[in-house]
């Protein structure tokens, strides 16, 4: 990890940071003295987690919004709440993500992983953008996985009904793939504005994500003793965020630190943009399925 930057001015919204990565970065970008916001679903939860980062940063505040992120409606709401109250923001971090074992649609007709790891994180982005832009340099982290590579996209069935993979693992790693797709796009789109993009796989890290391991529980069990603290796996995340050594680069998958090779389904243009057009029908809509195209 590069030198540890101080941001005693800039302005960082976090989703999904009452527990696991999000919160072991909060940690540590509330340390650095920026001014952050963290969005979490549930009050006790994000409540408790504000007093230990708190206690933990030595900050003197910390901001929450709450939010089921689950749901496009509110991931909207996030965004003009956000910008209603801030003059600017310079860092965005798309972290909050699940893994749910068993198929479901949200009350939007979406299915909930890719609700919460895909949808929720272009709309709240898209939301913000006018303010990121106005803020730049800025820059926009996303929380990917190396799940994406066996990730595969069907936008004629972008629920993925009927096709859900082992233990929801298909919804997960579809989910993360479109992530990384959107990552590369958006940053096409903004080249030359200041605002960067570039997402990460942040390791195996042992966190309440795999509570959701159904059937596989066991075995999960078994691996976390393996897999990395939460702090260990947040490195990459606070390094995007915050390090000079990223300065304006775009458009790129990170691991521990360094640049590497996403899939190559993942660095697929067509792909990129027939998904963002269809993300765009269905935010625009509210709902899946959206209107046809024109």
């Known amino acids: 990890m590069g030198p540890k930057a101080n941001m005693?001015?800039?302005v960082i919204l976090l989703t999904g940071g009452n527990s696991g990565i999000g919160k072991a970065a909060a940690i540590e970008l509330a340390r650095s003295g920026a001014e952050l916001t963290l969005v979490c679903r549930d009050r006790e939860r994000a409540e408790k987690a504000r007093g230990d980062i708190l206690r933990s940063s030595g900050a003197r505040s910390l901001d929450l919004i709450l939010a089921d992120l689950t749901?496009?409606?509110?991931?909207?709401?996030?965004?003009?709440?956000?910008?209603?109250?801030?003059?600017?923001?310079?860092?965005?971090?798309?972290?909050?993500?699940s893994n749910f074992p068993e198929y479901a649609e949200t009350s939007e007709g979406l299915e909930r992983?890719?609700?919460?790891?895909?949808?929720?994180?272009?709309?709240?982005?898209q939301g913000l953008l006018p303010l990121l832009r106005s803020s730049a340099p800025s820059r926009v982290v996303n929380v990917a996985?190396?799940?994406?590579?066996?990730?595969?996209?069907?936008?004629?069935?972008?629920?993925?009904?009927?096709?859900?993979?082992?233990?929801?693992?298909?919804?997960?790693?579809?989910?993360?793939?479109?992530?990384?797709?959107?990552?590369?796009?958006?940053?096409?789109?903004?080249?030359g504005s200041g605002v960067t993009v570039n997402c990460l796989h942040?390791?195996?890290?042992?966190?309440?994500?795999?509570?959701?391991?159904?059937?596989?529980?066991?075995?999960?069990?078994?691996?976390s003793l393996f897999m990395l603290s939460p702090k260990a796996g947040a490195r990459t995340l606070v390094f995007l965020a915050t390090s000079p050594e990223v300065e304006g680069v775009s458009g790129t998958y990170f691991e521990k630190c360094r640049e590497k090779t996403s899939s190559a389904r993942s660095r697929d243009p067509k792909l990129a943009v027939d998904l963002w057009e269809l993300t765009e029908r269905v935010v625009k809509a509210g709902r899946f399925p959206p209107p046809a195209a024109p």
Request: charge should be positive; aromatic fraction near 10%.
């Open 8 to 10: 005693p001015s800039k």
């Open 71 to 97: 749901l496009l409606s509110e991931a909207q709401r996030v965004a003009k709440e956000f910008t209603s109250t801030h003059a600017r923001l310079d860092v965005l971090v798309n972290n909050a993500g």
């Open 113 to 125: 992983t890719m609700a919460l790891n895909y949808y929720a994180p272009w709309a709240l982005t």
């Open 145 to 191: 996985s190396v799940a994406h590579f066996s990730g595969r996209l069907d936008l004629n069935n972008p629920n993925g009904k009927g096709d859900m993979g082992v233990g929801g693992l298909g919804a997960y790693s579809r989910s993360k793939l479109a992530l990384v797709l959107y990552t590369y796009e958006l940053a096409r789109r903004l080249k």
């Open 202 to 223: 942040p390791g195996a890290v042992r966190t309440h994500i795999w509570a959701h391991a159904g059937r596989y529980r066991i075995l999960v069990q078994f691996a």
